[in-house]
């Protein structure tokens, strides 16, 4: 299928109109949670990725989504935790080689809270490797959409970070978008 990213990041800008209050509310709950106190945030940021890519999977796919699914991780949580420590270790020991490693590596793992979203039966290393397989062929394309959120994110600073309220759940969606596009292709291939 491999769908444009001007296409992706145009598809989900139609799939929050008229929903992008909830799709704010739940980025600015997971934002408080996550990042709110050191420590906690970090046992928590698993389970609320996992949250996080349950609820924009919804508007993905033009589902109705609740902001209750943003705390659906929590239902994981040692899955998303292990994930998420297993994702933090990996990614700090090949940035140690080099920045450019580190990157490549967090996009190898970019999908792994998606895959969680969607088999809560999966271990947080399977996950990992299965994300790693997914991105195959498919890590520049994931690149060139991070740069073109990029751009606007330099905008959002310009409007005293108030424009992150839609630029969060807008990028949220598209990841998910993407992610169904390369785990459509994916399943086609098999």
């Not at 040692?78 to 080689?97: D, G, K, Q, R």
């Not at 520049?140 to 990029?150: A, G, H, I, Q, S």
């Amino acid at each position: 299928m491999k769908i444009e990213n001007v296409v992706l990041m145009h598809n989900a800008r139609e799939a929050l109109n008229g929903n992008w209050g909830l799709a704010i509310a739940a980025c600015i709950i997971y934002t408080l949670i996550s990042g709110g106190f050191p420590m906690v945030g970090f046992i928590l940021s698993g389970p609320m990725a996992t949250g996080m890519a349950i609820f924009s999977l919804k508007y993905a796919r033009r589902d109705r989504p609740e902001l209750s699914q943003i705390f659906e991780g929590f239902n994981n949580f040692l899955n998303s935790l292990a994930a998420f420590l297993l994702m933090a270790v990996y990614i700090i020991l090949w940035s140690l080689l080099l920045i450019v490693p580190g990157i490549i590596a967090a996009i190898s793992y970019s999908q792994t809270f998606f895959i969680l979203a969607e088999d809560r039966n999966i271990g947080p290393d399977d996950a990992i490797n299965k994300s790693k397989k997914m991105m195959n062929g498919y890590k520049w394309k994931y690149f060139r959409l991070c740069l073109r959120f990029f751009g606007w994110g330099i905008l959002c600073v310009f409007t005293l970070g108030i424009g992150f309220f839609w630029l969060v759940p807008w990028m949220q969606v598209t990841f998910a978008m993407f992610y169904d596009d390369i785990k459509n292709e994916a399943e086609s291939e098999r």
